[in-house]
């Protein structure tokens, strides 16, 4: 980070040899290959790590299922189509930082469950990432009603 601004991330997979690098304005990459959010996933389901919340009815969406439960394994997923958005009840940056990024750069978004920007030096709240920002938007509807 710089100046509270997200501009390099990096996610190590050891058990895939996958490495996942964004750098700000420069793209999301995996072990080298520019990575875009993946195109048509209005069928894959809505994910939360938040094991309270599996099983949880997104007005008008869905039901919220389980993630991989790791967010250096979540955004991943997210980038590549596995998931049509992702849910958290907490917002550490030591958890979310890389992967927010790495979204960024693949075009997706995130923000906060109110709706807000993800500001990576706060610690409380909750987070919603998805692969634009209509989906965000109708997310965070849909957990607000």
């Known amino acids: 980070m710089r100046a509270g601004e997200v501009v390099r991330g990096w996610i190590w997979q050891p058990q895939h ?3 996942y690098v964004a750098e700000r304005g420069a793209g999301a990459y995996r072990n080298g290959e520019r990575l875009a959010m993946a195109d048509g996933v209005d069928t894959a389901p809505y994910r939360t790590a938040r094991r309270q919340w599996v099983g949880r009815h ?4 869905g039901t919220l299922e389980l993630s991989w439960a790791c967010c250096g394994v979540d955004y991943p ?4 189509g596995d ?19 790495l979204v960024a750069e693949a075009g997706g978004w995130i923000g906060t469950i109110r709706g807000g920007a993800f500001d ?3 610690l409380g709240g909750g987070l919603v990432s ?3 920002r209509a989906t965000y938007d109708a997310v965070v509807g849909a957990l607000a009603a």
Request: proline share 11%.
């Open 58 to 61: 997104l007005a008008g969406l």
């Open 130 to 132: 998805a692969p634009d």
């Open 120 to 122: 990576p030096q706060q």
């Open 83 to 101: 998931a049509r958005a992702l849910v958290y009840n907490h917002s550490k940056p030591w958890d979310h930082v890389p992967g927010s990024l």
């Open 77 to 80: 997923h997210l980038v590549a």
């Open 17 to 19: 040899e996958a490495a």
